[in-house]
């Protein structure tokens, strides 16, 4: 029986590991300088937790910044959650860093996308029968283009 390193995963995990890091540091010590995070969620993950009018304009995906106001960043193992301003309309969030699609920080060209591809049957039939999941994980560098104002 042969295994492999799976780096991918540890990719995936090592980048999310990031982002908790980072955030963990501005939720004790603030966003130091010009900082500022552009982070895009899926909105149907199932530990997502939002308004409901915000899932209903946002079905699939939300970005959200994270620069001027915000309140109450609370970072734990699983995700963060934090208190942002809509149309002076303050919302709690929750978004669990296996929801985070992309992370961007335009202040020092930073970002990271998180994109998942499902495997195919054949391949999945090939796989170890111990390894389990429909989805692999990759991260890679994001192109800051969408993001930049025009």
């Known amino acids: 029986m042969s295994r492999d390193i799976d780096y ?12 908790k890091t980072v955030l963990t540091d501005v939720e004790h010590n603030g966003l130091p300088g010009a900082h500022h995070f ?4 899926d909105t149907r993950h ?12 946002y079905p699939g995906e939300m970005t ?4 001027h106001w915000y309140e109450n960043l609370r970072v734990d193992d699983e995700g963060f959650s934090i208190t942002l301003n809509f149309g002076d ?18 202040s020092v060209e930073f970002g990271l996308r998180f994109e998942s591809a499902d ?6 039939d090939d796989e170890d029968e111990n390894e389990t999941g429909d989805e692999k994980t990759e991260a890679e560098v994001v192109s800051l ?4 104002k025009h």
């Open 8 to 19: 991918g995963n540890l990719m995936h995990t090592a980048m999310r590991g990031l982002i």
């Open 38 to 41: 552009f982070i895009t969620f």
């Open 46 to 57: 199932p530990d997502v937790e939002l308004a409901d009018w915000l899932s209903d304009r």
């Open 64 to 67: 959200i910044v994270v620069q």
């Open 89 to 106: 309309s303050p919302e709690p969030l929750y978004i669990p860093f296996d929801a985070v699609k992309t992370f961007v920080d335009p």
């Open 119 to 124: 495997i195919d049957e054949e391949e999945e």
């Open 145 to 148: 283009d969408s993001f930049r």
